[in-house]
Structures are given as structure tokens and as C-alpha cells.
């Protein structure tokens, strides 16, 4: 029964394109945490000819534009839920359109459009139903945005969120700010070089001293918070996981507890550890 129950389910496809298919699978992998509405993704997605990257671009940008409208409204009422809900949509779908555009006959609008996806982001971050604090990091020259989301009450620990480098900013809600504010974490997440804005905006590329930049946003983050002393775990996600790997490995101390492959997040990887502060 189980293996016929399998094949069903292998047949089931979103788009006839494949490439389509799989986008639009990670776009509606925010439904859970608010930032996809499954009836309106596949409306926008169903007119779009197969392989035609133009039409896909066209479509969730437009589907995220009328979502960022719908915020703006929301939040002119004062309806801060709402509105956060639906900037988080709005972020959701005018990256799934972004990552297409070097494939139309547009590409110049890539840096628009990356913006554009960017603006809705902060704007949810900006309507949060906790708190927020924003500061940060800096080494080496380098001077990165930190956004650590909290419980109402006082946090049991710190989550530091490390993604892969193709990976949005608006990911880090579903792969981990959500799940772990309810859990009474803070949660930081973060720009490091060859990421998001520092990319796009300042086109710093990626560098070797990824432990130097980790530690940099561990600090900021966790003086963000009014407690002296918290448990910190990172985590990393797709290939941010060999990121946070590389802080732990070069830390070379009694602060590191621990190290744990999530069971199941394929290539997500957990490290425990206290870091007081002096």
C-alpha cells in the first residue's frame, strides 16, 4: 500500500515544465508559515507556457506586486498581521519570478527586481507581531545587517540562521524565524558577504574567512539581546550548513558543545554552544 501511495504521489505535477515544477514546489513550501497562498501560485503559474521564463517572470512578479499592494493597504488601516502576512507573500513571489530573469529577454531587470523582492522582505520584518531589533556586524571592513526576532518574553537561547548563497533573505522565515520565536528562541538572520545585499548592493563577493564573519554576526546578535549569557546553536541551511561548520571547526575551545545533522533537513546542519560574555 505505502509503495502504491508513492508512485501516486510521484505523478502529481504542479507545472508541466519541470523546471516550473520545482519553483513553484519551493514557493509553496512557505503556504505553512503564511508566505504562499497555494490557490493564488497556481492560478499565477497555470497560463505560463512551458519554458517560457519571460511568462514565469511576468507572472510572479505581477502576483506579488497586487501581494505588496494588499500589505500597503493592511498596513495603512493598521493591521499589522495582515500586513506582515502579506509582504511576506509579496517577498515569496518576486524572488520565485527574480530567479528567472536572467533567462528572458530582460535581463537587465534583474537588480529591480532582486529590490523590489528585497522591499517586501524588510517590510514584513518591519510589521512583525514581536519584536525585532536590527544591528551590526562588522570585520574586517565589512559591515553586515543583522535581524534578530524575539519572543515577547525573554529568550531561552539564540538561533543564528547561516543560508546557502543563492538562497533570499525571506527564507530564513520559514527555515527557522517562525518555528523558533514560538519556541521561545531568538532567532538571528543575516547578509554575509556573496550574499542578498552585499552582493547586490556593495557586490562583495563571497570569502574564505567565513569564520571570522560568523562570529562577528554571533556577537552582534547575541548583544542585541539583555541577558549576559545564552545558549547559542547555529544552524545551516543547503550550503550554509558548510558555513556554520567553519566556525565551529576553528573555534578550538570548551564553548562549542556540540555538533548534530538535523534527521531531517538533508544537508541542514545544528551546532550547539555558551558563549559568555566577558
Known amino acids: 500500500m505505502e509503495a502504491a501511495y508513492a508512485r501516486r504521489v510521484e505523478t502529481v505535477s504542479l507545472h508541466a515544465d519541470p523546471d ?18 497555494p490557490e493564488a501560485v497556481l492560478r499565477a503559474i497555470a497560463p505560463v507556457p512551458v519554458g517560457d521564463r519571460g511568462a514565469w517572470f511576468t507572472a510572479l512578479t505581477s502576483l506579488g506586486d497586487r501581494d505588496h499592494a494588499i500589505g500597503d493597504a493592511c498596513a495603512a488601516a493598521g493591521h499589522r498581521v495582515s500586513a506582515r502576512d502579506a509582504y511576506l507573500r509579496a517577498a515569496n513571489a518576486r524572488f520565485a519570478g527574480f530567479y528567472y530573469v536572467l533567462g528572458t529577454t530582460g535581463p537587465e531587470r534583474w537588480a529591480s527586481a532582486w529590490i523590489a523582492h528585497r522591499a517586501s522582505t524588510e517590510a514584513a520584518f ?18 553586515m545587517p543583522v535581524w534578530v526576532f524575539t519572543p515577547s518574553t525573554a529568550p531561552t537561547r539564540l538561533l543564528v540562521l547561516h543560508n546557502g548563497f543563492g538562497a533570499p533573505l525571506s527564507d530564513a522565515i520559514m527555515t527557522g524565524v517562525i518555528d523558533g520565536v514560538r519556541r521561545g528562541w531568538a ?5 554575509g558577504p556573496g550574499q542578498g545585499g552585499l552582493l547586490v548592493h556593495d557586490a562583495i563577493a563571497p570569502i574564505d574567512d567565513w569564520a571570522t564573519v560568523g562570529r ?9 539581546l539583555d541577558t549576559r549569557e545564552i545558549p ?11 558555513l556554520a561548520e567553519n566556525i565551529v571547526d ?14 531531517i533537513v538533508a544537508r541542514s546542519t545544528m551546532f550547539s554552544a555558551n558563549f559568555p560574555i566577558p
Do not use: E, K
Open 20 to 37: 516550473f515544477d520545482f519553483a513553484a514546489r519551493c514557493l509553496l513550501n512557505g503556504a505553512a508559515y503564511g508566505m504562499a497562498d
Open 126 to 143: 518591519g510589521h512583525w507581531d514581536t519584536p525585532v531589533v536590527t544591528v551590526t556586524a562588522t570585520t574586517s571592513g565589512l559591515r
Open 187 to 191: 532567532v538571528a538572520a543575516f547578509d
Open 216 to 224: 562577528a554576526v554571533l556577537d552582534a546578535a547575541r548583544g542585541a
Open 232 to 242: 547559542i546553536a547555529l544552524l545551516g541551511v543547503a550550503g550554509g550548513s558548510a
Open 250 to 263: 576553528r573555534a578550538h575551545d570548551s564553548r562549542v558543545a556540540g555538533q548534530r545533522l538535523h534527521p
